[in-house]
């Protein structure tokens, strides 16, 4: 439904459709996913963890973002485990009710300990 939504143009909560080249067949390959906005910056966070799209955009360096018939091409750089807890405490606190199932009982109310402990699992891309 978001998927569909955002192909029209209507952003949910963030929503985009993320577009990227894969890394052996070269074809466009897309899937919804949540922008993250925080003090001037925009992040990517793979909530599912090292997914294909992370794969993919790995390999690629760079994505597209889509919300309708708009379409922006961006590099990125990969975040550190060291600098994720601020981005995945600001993430679970607005998408928590979607994504909350994939960080096993963390929340956006969990030390920063804790989320440092849980960062390597979960790929977070800074967009450029």
Not at 30 to 35: G, I
Not at 39 to 52: C, I, M, S
Not at 100 to 106: K, R
């Amino acid at each position: 439904m978001v998927l569909k939504l955002t192909k029209l143009g209507v952003s949910v909560l963030g929503s985009r459709v993320l577009s990227v080249r894969g890394r052996k067949s070269g074809e466009l390959r897309s899937v919804p996913v949540n922008l993250l906005k925080l003090d001037g910056e925009r992040y990517l966070v793979a909530p599912r963890g090292v997914t294909q799209w992370v794969r993919n955009l790995r390999v690629a360096g760079e994505g597209q973002l889509n919300v309708g018939r708009r379409t922006e091409t961006f590099t990125y750089t990969e975040l550190a485990d060291v600098e994720k807890p601020e981005i995945l405490r600001a993430y679970l606190k607005r998408w928590k009710f979607e994504v909350g199932v994939f960080f096993d009982g963390v929340d956006a109310k969990a030390s920063d300990e804790k989320l440092l402990e849980i960062a390597p699992g979960y790929p977070i891309f800074k967009l450029n």
